[in-house]
């Protein structure tokens, strides 16, 4: 029964880390294609011609960096939301998972602690509720769309608590760092996958609703000529 076991985590365990290179390789790979076209196409001079490298490539980061931000203005809110979204809930799971793994080994981790209310232990999933509870309820009550990009951050940021602790709350127990746990980040991983797919299709069928619904007239039918 223990072999059983042990032979299940250790899939477990590869599969969760198959996801992460995964991950992680999709994103690296997004970023260093974006960056050769930066390259490509702005003003650094190209690396074989360039006799300072590392002072090309600091302009070449700088100006990736401008393309991001003047596309993030120049997106729709709706675009902007879901990326902000995304970032939030993949900063905030990650910061989450490294901050809990030092607490195992100290009291505190910069403002970070254990909380406890008398006996009980307060799990971090308790003020991810509450901040994407009161980020979903002020986006319904505004009328403001603009405010919605901003209110996607703290919205990601209590997806990301709860999702970091999403095995204990399947397993009514405390699993975090028992075999179970590891369904947490597996279900983090497939989350972020979704939310990246979502923003991909969102960003697509915005520009084929451009194309479609806003495209120019249709042409007249040419008029036949009546016989006399």
């Known amino acids: 029964m223990r072999r059983r076991r042990g032979s299940r985590a250790l899939l477990a365990d590869r599969r969760t880390v198959a996801l992460g290179l995964l991950a992680t390789t999709a994103f690296v790979g997004a970023v260093a294609v974006e960056l050769g076209r930066v390259w490509r196409r702005g003003s ?4 074989t011609d360039s006799d300072a490298k590392l002072v090309a490539a600091a302009e070449v980061v700088a100006e990736t960096a401008e393309v991001a931000r003047t596309g993030f203005q120049e997106s729709p809110t709706r675009e902007n939301a879901v990326f902000a979204l995304l970032t939030s809930f993949v900063t905030t799971f990650i910061i989450a998972r490294a901050v809990t793994t030092l607490l195992r080994e ?5 403002p970070f602690r254990d909380l ?4 009980q232990h307060i799990h971090h999933y308790v003020p991810g509720i509450l901040l994407a509870f009161g980020a979903g309820g002020a986006a319904i009550v505004s ?4 405010l919605d990009p901003w209110l996607a951050v703290p919205f990601g ?9 999403s095995a204990l709350l399947l397993n009514l127990d405390d699993v975090y760092w028992s075999e179970e746990g590891i369904v947490s980040v597996q279900i983090a991983l497939a989350v972020t996958a979704m939310l990246g797919a979502l923003a991909i299709t969102t960003r697509f069928l915005r520009r084929g609703e451009e194309a479609v619904l806003h495209g120019p007239p249709d042409r007249a039918e040419p008029q036949v000529a009546r016989s006399v």
């Open 44 to 47: 650094a001079p190209p690396i």
């Open 106 to 110: 100290r009291s505190r981790v910069g």
């Open 116 to 119: 406890k209310l008398g006996r």
């Open 143 to 146: 009328r403001d769309d603009r």
């Open 157 to 165: 940021a209590g997806m990301g608590l709860v999702m970091d602790e």
